[in-house]
């Protein structure tokens, strides 16, 4: 039984959290909706933070820009 609750507590458990009441369904769902929400806003804020601006010469070379980055099939910033 022991190796058992040893196996879930390396699973489901890291050195902040200890088993027990962090293994009941709502405290998993709790985590993991922290956890995605951490890694989903992290995934965006390093994709807006990569992209790069080229100084552009004229309005219509502006709008070129903004129109290239607002297009999700050839943007740079969606590959």
């Known amino acids: ?3 058992r ?3 879930i507590d390396w ?3 890291d050195k902040t959290h200890q088993a027990g009441r962090d293994l009941l369904p ?3 769902k709790q985590r993991l909706t922290e956890r995605y929400f951490t890694d989903f806003g992290n995934a965006w804020l390093n994709m ?3 992209i790069q ?3 552009a010469s004229s309005l219509s070379e502006a709008i070129a820009q903004l ?3 607002a297009d999700v099939r050839h943007s740079p910033s969606w590959c």
Do not use: G
Request: charged share 30%; glycine share 0%.
């Open 48 to 50: 807006a933070n990569s």
């Open 26 to 28: 709502e405290a998993l």
């Open 11 to 13: 699973v489901l458990t």
């Open 53 to 55: 601006w080229h100084e």
């Open 5 to 7: 609750r040893d196996e």
């Open 67 to 69: 129109n290239l980055l």
């Open 1 to 3: 039984m022991k190796t």
